[in-house]
């Protein structure tokens, strides 16, 4: 008899703990600021505001995967990712709520009023925040504008303009006029090269045609490339990589084209996200020789890499500039802190051994929660500069 995989009961229980105590964590803290604590709310209030807590905490998870999941249900999709997004400003600020506390409890303020005053202030500021970071999520991004000097580049490709795109994430909620205005800038800013380094969708080619339609009409005097981000290996990565060919884009799956003007020429290459390797999507990994193969090594190099991370594999390969996203420039404060944790920067522009730069978008559009807070997003014009004589 043929043996089957053996079940591991103890590995499930350790993630259902781990479920269990972030959920806790999450919904917990902001029920006994805002609910429990000293508050001593009339019971009418009390008990409604635990069973919206409860109710919340018990609905997230089954949302996230009916919307995350195989499914891919772009409704549960949005309310889950709400959610996580309201949830996770309410955590922050019940935790700064309760240094509050401790300042009002020091000046001799008793509860109740020590704790309505706590949950007044997280509750506005909450909003305040939710209500300014929906909107900075869902508008056009605004043009961040960088000059990059590589001491390589030929005076012929002076004053060369990249646009760099990342981490569209077109996702549950429909942004195709998002999408347009988004077109529209780029190709206000008459752009010599666009790169997108990836990100581009949360879901399936079929389910966001539509939404990357715009990226067609893009515009680029000599080039428009793309590299995969780590959520194409969620979605199909090969289709999205054969999609944006089919758009009129180079997908630079660890391959380069060379850019020329002026009698001076530009090694453009890519190469596949960090975790393609472990995808299972065959031929996708991380090759920084494939992608330099047979170019000249005199040549000044512009690598697409979706993480910053990658800019080890610049280093060691002699990479003039990096461009990347991913980090979203943490996207939710204080999310930046735990960014930092994995990856070496979170956004602009930073140095790497004796030649190589990088540049680290804050990302063009969202992932996930549909607001930004204290991280806005952006559409790079990166303007590359040859050494003054």
Same mark, same amino acid.
Do not use: C, K
């Given at each position: 008899?043929? @043996?089957?995989?053996r !079940?591991?009961?103890?590995?499930a229980?350790? %993630?259902a703990?781990?479920?269990? @105590?972030?959920?806790a964590l999450?919904?917990?803290?902001p029920?006994? $600021?805002?609910?429990w ?7 009418p209030?009390f008990v409604a505001?635990?069973?919206? %807590?409860a109710?919340a ?5 089954l ?12 409704g549960a *999709?949005?309310?889950a ?7 996770w400003?309410?955590?922050v600020?019940?935790?700064?709520g309760?240094?509050l ?10 509860? /109740? =009023?020590?704790?309505r005053?706590v949950?007044?202030a997280?509750?506005v500021? =909450? ?7 929906h909107?900075?999520?869902m508008?056009?991004s !605004?043009v961040?504008?960088?000059?990059v000097?590589?001491p390589?580049l030929g005076?012929?490709?002076d004053g060369? !303009?990249?646009?760099l795109l $990342?981490?569209?994430h077109?996702?549950?909620i429909d942004r195709a ?6 077109t @529209?800038?780029v190709?206000s800013l008459?752009?010599? +090269?666009v790169?997108?380094?990836g990100d +581009?969708a949360d879901?399936?080619v079929a389910q966001?045609?539509e ?8 515009r680029a005097?000599l080039?428009r ?10 979605s199909?990565?090969?289709?999205w990589?054969e999609?944006? *060919?089919?758009?009129g ?5 660890n391959r ?5 003007r002026?009698?001076?020429s530009l090694?453009v @290459?890519g190469v596949d996200?960090r975790?393609?390797a472990?995808s299972?999507v065959?031929g996708?990994h991380m090759?920084?020789?494939a992608?330099?193969g047979?170019?000249?090594p005199?040549? /000044?190099?512009l690598l ?5 991370q990658?800019? $080890?594999?610049?280093?060691?390969h ?6 990347s996203g ?9 999310f930046h ?5 994995d ?8 140095r790497?051994?004796e030649?190589t730069?990088?540049y680290?978008?804050?990302g063009?559009?969202?992932w996930?929660?549909p607001f930004r807070?204290?991280?806005p997003?952006?559409?790079t014009l990166?303007?590359?500069? *040859?050494?003054?004589?």
């Amino acid at each position: 008899m043929e @043996a089957g995989p053996r !079940r591991r009961p103890g590995r499930a229980a350790r %993630f259902a703990l781990v479920v269990a @105590a972030v959920l806790a964590l999450l919904f917990g803290v902001p029920w006994w $600021t805002l609910v429990w604590s000293g508050n001593d709310w009339p019971t009418p209030v009390f008990v409604a505001g635990t069973v919206v %807590f409860a109710a919340a905490a018990a609905a997230f998870p089954l949302l996230m995967v009916s919307g995350h999941g195989g499914r891919h249900r772009d409704g549960a *999709a949005r309310i889950a990712d709400t959610l996580l997004g309201v949830v996770w400003v309410l955590l922050v600020w019940s935790l700064l709520g309760n240094v509050l506390s401790l300042v009002l409890r020091a000046a001799g303020v008793g509860d /109740p =009023a020590r704790s309505r005053i706590v949950t007044a202030a997280v509750a506005v500021i =909450a909003l305040v925040l939710l209500l300014w970071g929906h909107w900075e999520a869902m508008r056009v991004s !605004r043009v961040q504008r960088v000059d990059v000097t590589l001491p390589r580049l030929g005076a012929g490709l002076d004053g060369l !303009r990249v646009v760099l795109l $990342t981490d569209t994430h077109y996702g549950p909620i429909d942004r195709a006029r998002w999408s347009r205005g988004v077109t @529209a800038v780029v190709n206000s800013l008459e752009p010599d +090269i666009v790169a997108h380094t990836g990100d +581009i969708a949360d879901g399936e080619v079929a389910q966001r045609r539509e939404m990357a339609a715009p990226l067609g009409d893009v515009r680029a005097a000599l080039a428009r490339v793309y590299v995969t981000g780590n959520h194409e290996y969620f979605s199909g990565a090969q289709r999205w990589v054969e999609h944006m *060919a089919s758009l009129g884009w180079e997908a630079l799956h660890n391959r380069h084209v060379i850019v020329s003007r002026g009698g001076d020429s530009l090694v453009v @290459a890519g190469v596949d996200d960090r975790t393609a390797a472990g995808s299972g999507v065959p031929g996708h990994h991380m090759d920084h020789d494939a992608a330099l193969g047979g170019a000249d090594p005199g040549l /000044p190099v512009l690598l697409l890499a979706h993480q910053p991370q990658q800019v $080890t594999g610049a280093v060691a390969h002699g990479v003039d500039l990096q461009l990347s996203g991913h980090t979203h420039g943490g996207q939710m404060w204080p999310f930046h802190y735990l960014v930092r944790l994995d990856q070496p920067v979170l956004q602009g522009l930073s140095r790497h051994g004796e030649r190589t730069q990088l540049y680290t978008s804050r990302g063009t559009g969202f992932w996930g929660p549909p607001f930004r807070i204290f991280a806005p997003s952006e559409i790079t014009l990166l303007t590359l500069h *040859a050494p003054r004589p």
